[in-house]
């Protein structure tokens, strides 16, 4: 069964950088195009990078541009999401999505990140 683990989530100050990973499993990792989305307390969900089975095309929320990476290793089945000058809006559960937003099929439990002195 498609399994979606993410790690790498916790505390960072404002300015600092965390690395998301997210094991995948269960399908043809390579094939799909996937996505990382968040969502803050009190808040709706929101879609922050995507990234296509090539590994070239590529997409930034606005608040995240020039900040976080998003990137892929087919042949580890593994997506991440390289996250710098962290800033206090950016904590919330971070999901790691199987598919884009129009179409997102499978999610992972999420890891928490939060921005904070």
């Known amino acids: 069964q498609v399994q979606l683990v993410e790690s790498g989530g916790g505390l960072a100050q404002p300015g600092g950088s965390l690395r998301l990973s997210c094991a995948a499993s269960g399908f043809t990792f390579s094939s799909y195009a996937m996505s990382w989305a968040r969502q803050a307390p009190g808040k709706g969900l929101e879609w922050v990078s995507a990234?296509?089975?090539?590994?070239?095309?590529?997409y930034y929320e606005d608040s995240v541009k020039g900040r976080f990476t998003i990137s892929r290793d087919n042949a580890k089945n593994t997506l991440y999401l390289q996250m710098n000058s962290l800033k206090p809006e950016d904590t919330a559960l971070y999901f790691c999505?199987?598919?884009?937003?129009?179409?997102?099929?499978?999610w992972g439990q999420g890891t928490q990140v939060t921005v904070s002195s």
């Open positions: 990234i296509y089975s090539d590994g070239i095309g590529t």
């Open positions: 999505v199987k598919g884009l937003a129009g179409n997102p099929d499978y």
